[in-house]
Structures are given as C-alpha cells and as structure tokens.
C-alpha cells in the first residue's frame, strides 16, 4: 500500500477476480501437447528440417515451469494480477521462441500468439492488457524480420510472399487489438451483471429479513401478552390487600405501571398473532404507500391514484407483500423523487385479468442516449455536479433501477421505460406529467392474494 493510503494497481486487493493457478497450468499442458505433435508431424510425416534441439529447449522450458508450478504451489493457489501477468508473459516469449525458431510467420501456429492477450482481455485488468498485447505485437514484428527459416525435405529453405507474411502479420496485429477489445468488453459486462445481480440478491434478503423481523415481533406481542395481563392482575390484587403498607403498596404499583409499560411498547410494534396473515398481504394501495414511505418526507408531493379498468372490480385487490415486489418498488419510487421538479404521482389499476403500476414525476426525464440501456447496471461511469446536487447520497450508477427491473420481472411484472412527454416540447407546452415514466404490469394472478387467505382474515376465533 503506498503512503497516500492507496493501493497499487497490482496489489492483491485490486482484482477481485484472481485467476486460477490450476487453470493455466492446465491450459500449458494442453499447448505443449500440441507443441510437441506439431513439431513431430512437421519433422517425421513432412520431412522438414527443424532445429530440433531448440524446438524441445522452447518446450522443455514449459515443462519444467509446469512441474516447478505443480509441486511449489498448493492446488488452491490463485494469482493477483502482477503474477498473472507474469505467467502470461512467460507463455508469450516462449510461444514467440518457439516461432522463432521455426519460421517466423511463415509458420501458420503464430496466430497462436493470440491466446495470451485474449485470456488477459477476458481476466485481467486494462493496464496488464495493454502491456501484453504492447508485447505481442512487438515479439510477433521481430519475428516476421528475424527468424530462423524452415527447410523442407530437399534442404531449401521455405520462402512466402512477402505481400503473404505482411498480410500474415497485420492479421495477428489487428487480431491482438480487435479480440483483446471484444475479449475485454464481454467480461467486463459479464462482470458487471454478476455484481449487480449480488447486489440485488443481497438487497432482496434484507428486506426479507425485514419482513421475517415484522413476523417475530407480531410473535412476540402474541407471546407475552398472557403473562404481562397476569403480572397486571395480581399487582392489581397485591395493591388492594397493601392498602395499609404505604412502601409495598408504592411496590405494587411499580410492577403494575411497568407492566403496563411493556403492553404499550409490545403493542406499538406489533398488534397481530404469531402467524398474522396481515404481514403477507394487503390492499394494492398500502402496499404502495408502504414502498412509498421512506420517501414522503424528502421535500416532493407523491400522490397515489387507485382506479379500476373498465370490467374490473371497483374494489381494489388485495395482493401479496412479497418483499421484493415492495423493494422493487421503492427503487423506482426513489429515482423519481430524485429528479422530480415538485410531484411525483403514482397510478395502481386493476382489471380482472391485470395489476399495472404506474410511477410519473414531472423532471426533465431520461435522457435520450440512455433511454433504450434504462434496467442495465452501471449506465453511466461516472457522476455529473448536478447528479451530486439533486441525489448527493446515493450512486446514481444505475444500479436501483437494475435492481427493480430484477426483481419486479422475476415477480411476473413486464416492464417499461419511457418519457411522460416530448422532451422537445417548450416549457409552457409540457403536460403536467413531463417526466421519467416507468410502468409494470403484472397478471392478476401473479400478484393477487388467494381467496382462501383473505377470507382466513375474518375468521370467528372461539372463547
């Protein structure tokens, strides 16, 4: 770590996906085996004249790196990234000895070259990257001017075009440059999506560790609710036979206050039995203010409308609190009073086939360059000053609209993105819902409470 408290680029902590020893180890194997066959076919089935004694040097040296691997290193040996780069650097030079003495690039293995920067671009970071591919390209130009030739059967050296060995080269060249870069922008975004996906399964288990916390608290004012009546009782009985023993009597009414004390905190946190089916169900509305609540008071009006759809019952459904329906929700509740101007509205309708939810606010709205990326992890690399004045607390990554879209799609809900209006419009020509528009449209029996739960709710319960 350097003094200024950062670390290094190649420290240990600055990959978090570290590379198997075992993996390269296998995959040189796998290049000395076909080295080795190569070498042979070329020499016994083509009769070329090789130098031998140099080709086994190249692929002794592999060997013996392999061996000094395996028994060194434990089995579980994974490498930061300053000893993955040097093992591919070592892979490269001694593919690039190997081609050297036998051909230069009039030997077609050299597109081999290749496999090193491609496994860097897909595993590394970019710096390590542009090293191996700087590398690359400049081993594979020293070897199309200097190399040692192939003879064939008859002792003549084996010559090609030189406007063939150019084109053989620029191939590799752009090779190195347009695979490194595909290479590097899939396992970037596959990195990316694995990342957001953990944030969101993580996301997910706090609010069911919230929803599961609601339970035991509905559990426990259940539980203690007998006991604290009878400790209520008898202080109450105490109290009337210590009328005349002022210091019990004052004893008496301690225990029955504190008694009566634990009532009320038990009854503020939970009113409902041990298995309370209210604490997995409830009309459309609550649930929506429920996911509205922790922003109502940021300065912003939300205001909610429930309506029924032509066909639908004009009483609203009861539907199930499933935690990441309610996470999902308050997500997409959050970015629009974040870039609301004043209000934010939010629209539940039902029919009898569907469950939609609609959240509008009246800012400026998606940008148009993003608009069609709106649900992919980190749309944008960096923060704007303005994105810091209007949401300094959160990342604005976009990331909880990815988290959202996740969880809201995995409920059943199909979802879409858009603006409430024509972004070109003036200022005086702009609807009052001007905003970022952001619909999901479950079918209602996705969403929709079964009717044997709901009727469960009224339920005679017997003395």
Known sequence: MRQDGTQGIWSAEAVGNWVRLRTL?????????????????????????LPLGL?????????????VSVFIFPENKRLSEFEALLTLLFDLAQLSFL??????????FALLILAPVIISASALGLQSTLILSGTAIALVSVTAFANIPI????????????????????????????????????????????????????????????????????????ELGTP??????????????????????????????????????????????????QTRQAPLGSVLKEAAEPHMLRGKQVEFTLRALPGGSPRQPTILRRPEIIHGLRNLIQNAVDFAHSTVWID?????SSISIRVVDDGDGYPPHV???????????????????????YEGMGLGLFIAKTLLERSGAQ??????????????ERPERCGALVEAVWPLAALEAPAAATAALNQRFEA
Not at 25 to 49: D, N, P, S, Y
Not at 375 to 393: I, K, N
């Open 151 to 222: 003879r064939l059967a008859d002792g003549s050296d084996l010559a090609v075009p030189r406007l063939f060995e150019f084109g053989f080269w620029l191939a590799i060249v752009v090779g190195i440059a347009f695979l490194g870069l595909y290479a590097r922008r899939v396992a970037t975004e596959i990195r990316d999506m694995a990342d957001a996906l953990l944030a969101t399964q993580m996301a997910l288990a706090r609010e069911q560790k919230l929803t599961d916390l609601g339970g035991v608290v509905a559990a426990a004012a259940h």
């Open 25 to 49: 180890i296998f995959l040189r194997w796998m290049a000395v085996i076909g080295q080795l066959a190569a070498i042979t076919v070329g020499e016994r089935w083509f009769g070329l004249q």
């Open 415 to 428: 979802m879409s993105f858009a603006n409430a209006a024509d972004p070109f419009l003036t200022p005086e």
């Open 55 to 67: 080709c086994y040097l190249a692929v002794g040296t592999s060997v013996i790196a392999n061996l």
């Open 348 to 352: 539940g309708e039902w029919s009898d």
């Open 228 to 277: 604290l009546a009878t400790i209520k009782l008898v202080s109450s009985e105490l109290m009337a036979e210590l009328q005349d023993k002022p210091d019990l009597l004052d004893d008496a009414k301690l225990i029955r206050d504190q008694a009566d004390r634990c009532r009320d905190i038990l009854r503020g946190m939970g009113r409902a039995g041990k298995d309370d089916l």
């Open 371 to 393: 608009i069609g990326r709106i649900g992919d992890p980190f749309v944008r690399a960096r923060r704007t000053e303005q994105d810091l004045t209007r949401r300094p607390e």
């Open 99 to 108: 081609i050297f003495v036998t051909g230069g690039l009039t030997n077609p």
